[in-house]
Antibody, heavy 124, light 109 residues
Framework: QVQLQESGPGLVKPSETLSLTCTVSGGSISSYYWSWIRQPPGKGLEWIGYIYYSGSTNYNPSLKSRVTISVDTSKNQFSLKLSSVTAADTAVYYC??????????????????WGKGTTVTVSS | EIVLTQSPGTLSLSPGERATLSCRASQSVSSSYLAWYQQKPGQAPRLLIYGASSRATGIPDRFSGSGSGTDFTLTISRLEPEDFAVYYCQQYGSSRGYTFGQGTKLEIK
């Protein structure tokens, strides 16, 4: 079955750029949307954005100015860059498969396969 | 912007009891846009319900979702020890993308 694995530095300095990669195994990255979600310590979930395998993106407006999500279909990977980080960006970062599909007049939106998450701390 | 408010914040029940978790939206939400997740400590969220009432693959039938408009409910018919966790509802909006409720912690009484 499809599995996702996040990778990247666990420590980032303030004002620098956070970079993470999600590797998809057990299935193709094609024909799906792929999201990044984060969870600050002890808090709830925040969607960061998604990318379609073709490269089209949609970002959370509150983070849009600092976020770039890209995809490399040849490697079955997609990546997150978050610029100008501060301590408020300290969180567990998850990647997730994000099916968006149409049935009987309705679109469906959810995240059905998640990576285990990676902790990123912003500190000097 | 649609805000999801979950209640109660914490629910204390015993194994075998029925759990009813609420998710209220600040504006009407299409049922197909509403999902529920379970998260245990140190683990990623797990999809339970999508489209407000459809169980995800492999989810036991003691989990059920219902509701429409602004009021949605996740029901666990008979609690098993492994069901004690935090539960989140999620919706999709064209302006802000995916948003989550603040979560309900289901704890053992």
């Amino acid at each position: 079955q499809v599995q996702l694995q996040e990778s990247g530095p666990g420590l980032v300095k303030p004002s620098e750029t956070l970079s993470l990669t999600c590797t998809v195994s057990g299935g193709s990255i094609s024909s799906y949307y792929w999201s990044w979600i984060r969870q600050p310590p002890g808090k709830g979930l925040e969607w960061i954005g998604y990318i379609y395998y073709s490269g089209s993106t949609n970002y959370n407006p509150s983070l849009k100015s600092r976020v770039t999500i890209s995809v490399d279909t040849s490697k079955n990977q997609f990546s997150l860059k978050l610029s100008s980080v501060t301590a408020a960006d300290t969180a567990v970062y998850y990647c997730a498969r994000t099916p968006i599909w149409f049935r009987e007049g309705d679109y469906y939106y959810y995240m059905d396969v998640w990576g285990k998450g990676t902790t990123v701390t912003v500190s000097s | 912007e649609i805000v999801l408010t979950q209640s109660p914040g914490t629910l204390s029940l015993s194994p075998g009891e029925r759990a009813t978790l609420s998710c209220r939206a600040s504006q009407s939400v299409s049922s197909s846009y509403l999902a529920w997740y379970q998260q245990k400590p140190g683990q990623a969220p797990r999809l339970l319900i999508y489209g407000a009432s459809s169980r995800a693959t492999g989810i036991p039938d003691r989990f059920s979702g219902s509701g429409s408009g602004t009021d949605f409910t996740l029901t666990i018919s008979r609690l098993e020890p492994e069901d004690f966790a935090v539960y989140y509802c999620q919706q999709y909006g064209s302006s802000r993308g995916y948003t989550f409720g603040q979560g309900t912690k289901l704890e053992i009484k």
